[in-house]
């Protein structure tokens, strides 16, 4: 009867010891199932981030392509409009220094002043021009010049009035006098 107890008992715990290492399997393979689920949901993120980062790149390196052929387009613009502008420039400069020379009258002088520094203006355009093609390329250097800003001013008004008088407007301007001096400056 003892034995037959023993025995009994020795059934009863491996029969429960079987059920949980059933139990265990069952929770283990739920837990290997629900990793390898993560695992594979991480690994499609990270693929997609990466396909992702590789369309950006490539986008990146298109962009920068056009934006050299535009750069190189803006200069090619620049070196043209500046050699195309400095030719018939020259003339008018020449002719204007010609015609300084003959006898003329106080309003024909006046008229070529306007002209002649209409025509510097358009020059020192042309000069910025060509100085901002060479910032672009590093290639700039700095021109110390003298100037004086009341002279600056005043050749920027004069060439204005004739165009008020054809208006009817009295143009005026005033010039403080501690700007007649000479300035040093790029």
């Known amino acids: ?3 037959q107890n023993l025995l009994t008992l020795s059934y009863q715990n491996i029969n429960e010891s079987k059920a949980r290492i059933s139990t265990a399997s ?3 393979a739920y837990i290997g199932g629900s990793a390898l689920f993560v695992i594979i949901i991480l690994g499609w993120i990270i693929i997609k981030d990466i396909n992702q980062t590789q369309e950006y790149r490539l986008k990146l390196e298109q962009l920068n392509k056009e934006r050299e052929v535009l750069l190189r387009s803006k200069t090619m613009l620049f070196a ?3 050699h195309d502008l400095q030719t018939p420039l020259g003339s008018l400069i020449g002719f204007s220094n010609l015609l300084e020379s003959t006898e003329l009258t106080s309003k024909q002088r006046q008229y070529l002043n ?3 520094s209409s025509t ?3 020059a020192n355009l ?3 021009l060509t100085d901002f093609s060479k910032l672009e390329n590093n290639k700039i250097s700095i021109q110390e010049k003298a100037f004086n800003p009341k002279e600056l001013l005043e050749s920027i008004c004069a060439p204005l009035v004739p165009n008020a008088d054809n208006k009817k407007i009295k143009l005026k ?3 403080d006098q501690a700007l007649n001096n000479t300035f040093i400056s790029d």
């Open 80 to 82: 043209t409009v500046t």
């Open 26 to 28: 069952t929770n283990i």
């Open 114 to 116: 306007n002209i002649q």
């Open 126 to 128: 042309i000069n910025d």
């Open 1 to 3: 009867s003892i034995e």
């Open 173 to 175: 301007w005033t010039v």
């Open 120 to 122: 510097q203006y358009i």
